[in-house]
């Protein structure tokens, strides 16, 4: 039994270090400004083609306004230190849009100007986009989702069509955030390249049925896609919009009215057309469960920027051999070794001690003395039937064997034997002088 729990023990920790081996951490980072003010930001690293790996790129200047218009040659990658070359480049505003857009059309929507707004900043976005290269798909939900327009690439009919199928929506019934980023996510995975998901609402979450939170950030983390998160109003859940924006790359706007909404959108959208992407090999293309640091460096008219980024890829094989898995591995391999030759060393040195205890010489068992030989008897006296040991008259044990005897008929004395008087039948004294007889 023992030895099953050590051994289910053992198959536990394997467990856990495989899927920690294989967990593919978000991609995290970060910018340096430059003295002059030019900030550059990795806002996004596509590893679905893992050992090549791009990064895309927000390059703005002091006044946050884009810097557009960089050449290839005014970047520079760094992996772990190790300087990479890189093979394809897609400079600002060349770079593809791939979104999809959701729009609340709940009954809370009928507050104020709030279904007109957004509205109006969905046409907006889909007015920036550029026919034959960005692709849109619209999802519109009030208690349930409503598909408007499958991801398409975006040309004049479908512009038109679009457009109808916005301009139509009206407030009405709950709010299926959750089901609906979820659909959105389906809508875009396994499409190559950068792909967002803008999600307004204007409240909670009330009526997903399908999903829940935890769940729907995990499949739009597992699917390589980003949520742009847009609250609307005064009673929209900011902490868990954040939440979705943070954990799966994105970005928080909160809009408390809607007059600046239809800017929003447009300058996301041109934020998206104008990011640099900058494609390269890893140097350590095993999946060996490792973070990879990456840099970039820019150059600019103004300056020089600095963009760090970082991102991890899965993996149980360790062919790279690095620190923390080989110490996981040893030790996983130490207790294999243990579980596997613990039990056998035990029941060969228990064997050994039955074995030990088996040549030693039996101690001797004491022999039982030999009873006596019985006392001769007497002419015509008592024995013992067992043994045949002389009985002493009226004697109801057997004093050599301890037999039970039954009782013998002695003869008759008619006269004391001290005084010689006569003696009654019977009697065990002499009247004459009380001698016992």
Request: proline share 6%; aromatic share 6%.
């Amino acid at each position: 039994m023992k030895r099953v729990l050590l051994l289910l023990l053992l198959f536990v920790c394997a467990i856990t270090w495989a899927c920690l081996m294989s967990v593919d951490f978000w991609r995290r980072q970060s910018s340096v400004a430059s003295p002059e003010g030019i900030v550059a930001e990795v806002t996004y690293v596509d590893q679905a083609g893992f050992p090549d790996v791009t990064l895309y790129l927000d390059v703005r200047d002091g006044s946050g306004r884009l810097v557009t218009g960089l050449a290839e040659s005014a970047f520079s990658i760094t992996e772990d230190g190790d300087a990479r070359d890189i093979a394809a480049f897609i400079g600002s505003g060349d770079q593809p849009v791939t979104a999809v857009m959701l729009i609340d059309h709940s009954g809370s929507m009928a507050d104020g100007q709030k279904m007109p707004d957004a509205i109006d900043a969905a046409l907006a976005f889909l007015d920036e986009l550029e026919d034959g290269r960005d692709s849109l798909g619209v999802i519109a939900f009030d208690d349930a989702f409503t598909v408007l327009g499958d991801l398409q690439v975006v040309d004049e009919g479908a512009r038109a069509g679009l457009r109808t199928q916005i301009g139509a929506l009206y407030p009405d019934g709950g709010t299926a955030y959750y089901d609906a980023i979820y659909k959105a996510t389906s809508m875009l995975k396994g499409v190559p390249g950068r792909k967002v998901v803008l999600a307004l609402t204007d409240g909670d979450d009330t009526s997903s049925s399908r999903t829940d939170l935890g769940k729907m950030i995990e499949y739009v983390q597992d699917s390589n896609v980003v949520v742009f998160t847009i609250g609307l109003g005064a009673d929209v859940q900011s902490a868990t919009l954040a939440r979705v924006a943070r954990e799966t790359g994105g970005q928080y706007y909160e809009e408390p009215s809607g007059s600046d909404l239809a800017q929003l959108y447009t300058d996301i959208a041109r934020s998206l057309q104008d990011e640099y992407s900058l494609t390269y090999r890893s140097p350590t293309p095993q999946s060996d469960g490792t973070t990879r640091q990456v840099g970039v460096v820019v150059e600019t008219f103004a300056g020089e920027a600095v963009a760090v980024g970082s991102y991890a890829v899965g993996g149980t094989f360790v062919p790279s051999l690095n620190a923390w898995s080989c110490v996981g591995g040893a030790v996983l391999l130490a207790l294999a070794v243990a579980m596997l030759v613990a039990p056998g060393l035990y029941d060969r040195v228990r064997g050994r001690g039955r074995l030990a205890g088996s040549e030693q010489e039996p101690e001797p068992r004491p022999v039982p003395a030999p009873a006596p030989k019985p006392s001769p008897a007497a002419p015509g006296a008592a024995t013992c039937p067992v043994c045949g040991e002389a009985l002493r008259p009226g004697a109801r044990f057997c004093k050599a064997c301890g037999t039970p005897q039954a009782a013998h008929d002695a003869p008759q004395a008619t006269a004391c034997a001290n005084c010689g008087a006569a003696l009654r039948p019977g009697a065990r004294f002499c009247a004459n002088c009380g001698q016992r007889v």
